[in-house]
């Protein structure tokens, strides 16, 4: 990987890791088990910077590339999915629409309090008849007193409850199609106001609430159980017009382009997933024995971890080179659709060989890939289903091959 990673990538992953190995892997089962969001260790990792990595620094950010900041995902997902995914979804979905398409005063206002980890963000897409099409969004937004009037709910929304910034779609021109979908800046109270006051991060008292913003109940997940999942509601949600983010009827192709940068970082996540499944059932199958000897020295798991080693390898590549394009501001749509379907594919297969490869001891819950395997499915489906990955690969090959036709 050195075509890609520099000493300062490496130092900055080992940082990650020693904090991983102290702070996550000691709580990542106890968590999983209570269903219960990590406050303390992500007023850790805001304390450490990792909430706002690759954000610029004169908006509270370290200021690091983008790569860095996938790195830090992948590490985290090694050791508990719901961690990178606390990280991905905050900055990723969160942070940059802000930062991407906002005004100077939104960037002022919101960027630099989640940047810092005062509190924690959001997006608001999918509904309940919206969610492969993404353009079928039935929240609706109606001018109203200088401002809008937004009405719907989003589900399956990270940070629901714990977050209190939100950027949203909703349509403000029924007749456009696509191009009658705008983005909204809301907020809301946190749900945990007792733990958010105990660690000093998640809420702040002049941000100002939306009115009519509320979240829904929490969502009993198979995977990601530490990471906060719930609806958002919008009923009368009154927003003010400088609330809005980016021009009107632009919100389809805005979050449209957020989808492909957290596809690179569902990537990362599914990469980080794999790493440390096989990682586990390669020391697992070092130490356990039968038939008097080490399982590993079966040529047939050998072959198994190798292939999985193999295809890591290759869900690197992909990742990696779909954040250089990113980086570079060169398109990087199809690259990374690709690198979300192989890695995410894989990070399903991975865990399911070394829950196989440990026999009993990986269908336990004393064994962590047990945790990874539950965490591994939602990767197919977060972000884009590996279906549609398939669909944009193919457009894009069409498009290629053919042009405009």
């Not at 690091?64 to 999915?81: M, N, S």
């Not at 719907?152 to 191009?179: L, R, Y």
């Not at 979240?215 to 927003?239: C, F, N, Q, Y």
């Not at 989808?259 to 586990?280: H, P, Q, Y």
């Amino acid at each position: 990987m050195d075509l890609y990673l520099n000493d300062d990538h490496r130092a900055f992953v080992k940082k990650v890791r020693g904090f991983a190995e102290d702070a996550i892997v000691p709580v990542a089962r106890e968590l999983d088990h209570e269903s219960r969001f990590p406050w303390d260790n992500v007023k850790a990792m805001a304390e450490m910077g990792l909430l706002g990595v690759p954000i610029p620094r004169e908006l509270g950010g370290q200021g690091l590339d983008g790569l860095t900041y996938l790195l830090t995902v992948q590490e985290l997902a090694k050791y508990d999915a719901s961690h990178a995914i606390t990280v991905s979804a905050h900055t990723t979905l969160g942070t940059t629409p802000i930062l991407n398409f906002g005004t100077e005063a939104q960037k002022e206002r919101f960027v630099p309090r989640l940047a810092r980890g005062e509190i924690l963000g959001g997006f608001g897409l999918t509904e309940p008849g919206a969610g492969s099409d993404a353009s079928g969004s039935r929240t609706r937004a109606v001018r109203e007193n200088g401002g809008w009037r937004l009405n719907g709910s989003k589900i399956f929304i990270t940070h629901a409850g714990v977050g209190e910034v939100f950027t949203v779609t909703a349509v403000t021109d029924p007749e456009q199609g696509s191009k009658g979908i705008t983005n909204f800046i809301v907020t809301k109270p946190s749900t945990d106001p007792d733990d958010a006051g105990r660690v000093g991060m998640g809420s702040v008292e002049d941000l100002g609430y939306t009115p009519g913003v509320k979240a829904g109940k929490k969502e009993d997940k198979m995977g990601w159980r530490a990471s906060d999942t719930r609806e958002l509601l919008l009923e009368d949600a009154e927003v003010a017009d400088d609330h809005r983010v980016g021009e009107e009827g632009r919100g389809f192709i805005n979050f449209m382009k957020t989808l492909d940068s957290g596809r690179i970082g569902i990537a990362a996540l599914s990469l980080g997933i794999a790493e440390g499944a096989v990682d586990a059932a390669l020391h697992w199958t070092n130490r356990r024995k039968q038939f008097g000897k080490k399982i590993f020295d079966f040529q047939p798991v050998q072959f198994r971890l190798a292939d999985l080693a193999t295809e890591i390898e290759a869900a690197k590549h992909l990742t990696y080179h779909a954040a250089w394009l990113m980086e570079k501001g060169r398109p990087f749509s199809r690259e990374a659709a690709m690198a979300k379907l192989f890695a995410s594919e894989l990070c399903m297969k991975a865990t399911i060989e070394c829950v196989q490869l440990m026999g009993g001891a990986g269908y336990s819950d004393q064994q962590p890939v047990e945790r990874m395997l539950r965490d591994a499915k939602v990767c197919e489906i977060g972000e884009g289903t590996s279906e549609i990955q398939r669909m944009v690969i193919a457009r894009h090959l069409v498009r290629e091959a053919f042009g405009n036709a």
